[in-house]
């Protein structure tokens, strides 16, 4: 995706440098406001850009699982920066609204549908990979919401040559900050469960629990950890308590088992007896 990143972040910044010239020319803070958020695209890729880079570096003797959390923090970062961002949107559309200012709404109109054309076309490269990374879905959901405001704010300019109404410009630029912080609040919640060591938002620990607990020859499961390495990666450790001799397959298997029901790629089970597990200091289930 290194040729999808370049592409997007160049023509985003290209379009942001353009939004606030012709934006403080109308005097229209609904176009500056939607430069912000662009701006806050231009970051978003660079940093999932760098992360991607950097997940593919190999291991190191002190970092042992490489630098896969970076798309994780990448995330986090994003989601972060475009809330302060709507914050100081929405101060300024109240200003605007407490002391409305006359908006040249033909040259809004007009940058605001390249805006459709620039998010549009920019989504379009991150469509591919959306489904199986969330740094490459995240960027797919605000690219595309992105379009979504342009068309916004097109259809305000628009109610405002047609009106006069000029109080509609930061009505606009209220609805694109709430547009941001529907859009980008999943993304900062489920980055924070993953820095956090959260079991990724597509398992559950109880389904997994209840399938291992299933295999032939398990008669219980405690010690169950499954967190992710990275927006792609995920990783599982477990106990499994077996009757002697009947553990309930080659560990190969079972590795290869979670792999493809679970998509979890690190796993690390350890088989004990009823007398062991009567010893490990980690059960029963739930225990730290």
Known sequence: MDTAFAIGAAINTAFVLAE???GLAANSVALVADAAHN????L???????????????????????????????ALINAGVLLISVGAIGFEAIRRLLDP??????????????????????????MRDRDSDLNIRAQFQHLAGDALVSIAVVAAALAIRLTGLTWIDPLASLAVAGVIVAGTWSTLRESLDLSLDAVPARLTQQEIADWLAALP?????????????????????????????????SLDELAAALHDRFHIGHTTIQIETETEAALCRLRPAGVI
């Open 217 to 249: 020859g398990v008669r219980e499961v405690h010690d169950l950890h499954i967190w992710g390495l990275s927006t792609t990666e995920t990783a599982l450790t477990a106990h499994l308590v077996c009757d002697p001799g009947t553990a309930p397959r």
């Open 20 to 22: 606030v010239v012709f």
């Open 39 to 42: 701006l806050g695209d231009v």
């Open 101 to 126: 200012e006359p908006v040249a709404s033909g040259i809004v109109m007009a940058v605001a549908a390249v805006g459709i054309l620039v998010n549009g076309g920019t989504a379009l490269l991150f």
């Open 44 to 74: 978003a890729l660079l940093l999932a850009w760098g992360a991607a880079w950097l997940t593919r570096r190999p291991p190191t003797a002190r970092r042992t699982y490489g630098w896969g959390r970076s798309s994780i923090l990448a």
